[in-house]
């Protein structure tokens, strides 16, 4: 995508992002590659991973067909996935802080334990994915498709998750202090244990959002952030 003028932008690992602070889709976002990303192909990727590599930081990745690949453990900071099928990876332990995953295609991918920290994640699919005890801080998650997700244990702390499909996920023992989730949609997702302190929640949809064993709906639907608010068993 071209650059786009007289827009609010910023540097994010490799990548200059629209941070235009609009509620309404489409977003803009650029992910023009930086002079310091580097090219590899799948094949040698592969190649080098089942030789003992494990730093493949920096790439530029987008559109490529990683369906099924198995890169756990291995360093993908500020790497460029945006449009890529990585549906069922096993990426456990992966580090994809700063990456661009832009329309990211991960239904069921195991990302237990990745480190996803600044990570800019618009309109990726990660219905029905692992992201047990994940690290999600300070993420870009707005419209993104985490529907059945596995979150349990999970830091989004900071998080935008604006207008996310997070229907059915599980938040249990999640950290959710200081996400936006203005328009999501969190209905009949789990958030046992989960904390919620400083979350914006305008015109969240929380129906049938289950808290321990009963349906629990408590949370006003107001521009304001929560003040100290934690949803217990």
């Known amino acids: 995508m071209g650059l786009i003028r007289n827009a609010a932008t910023a540097r994010c690992g490799n990548f200059l992002v629209n941070r235009t602070p609009s509620y ?16 590899m192909d799948t094949s040698e990727l592969l ?5 003992g590599e494990g730093d493949f930081s920096g790439l530029d990745l987008q559109e490529v067909n990683l369906n099924g690949v198995v890169l756990s453990r291995v360093n993908l900071a500020g790497t ?32 237990a ?8 994640l618009i309109r990726a699919n990660l219905s029905h994915v692992n ?4 690290f ?10 985490l529907r059945y997700a596995d979150l349990r244990g999970a830091d989004l702390t900071g998080a935008d998750l604006r207008y996310a499909d997070l229907r ?3 938040f249990t023992g999640a950290n959710l202090r200081k996400v936006d989730l203005s328009g999501a949609n969190l209905s009949d997702a789990q958030l046992a244990q989960v904390t919620l302190t400083g979350a914006v929640i305008h ?31």
């Open 47 to 51: 190649e080098r991973y089942a030789m």
């Open 168 to 170: 059915g996920a599980n």
């Open 80 to 111: 460029n996935l945006s449009l890529s099928v990585l549906q069922n990876a096993q990426l456990s332990e992966v580090n994809l802080a700063d990456a661009m995953l832009w329309r990211t295609d991960l239904r069921r991918a195991n990302l």
């Open 113 to 120: 334990l990745a480190n996803l920290s600044k990570a800019i």
């Open 131 to 134: 992201l047990r005890n994940a």
């Open 203 to 233: 015109r969240a949809n929380l129906n049938h959002a289950l808290v321990g064993s009963g349906v629990y709906n408590p949370i006003k639907r107001t521009g304001k952030a929560v003040p100290d608010y934690q949803v217990v068993n």
């Open 136 to 145: 999600l801080t300070r993420t870009d998650l707005r419209l993104i498709n």
């Open 24 to 39: 309404e889709p489409p977003y803009k976002i650029m992910h023009t590659r930086l002079p310091d990303s580097k090219t």
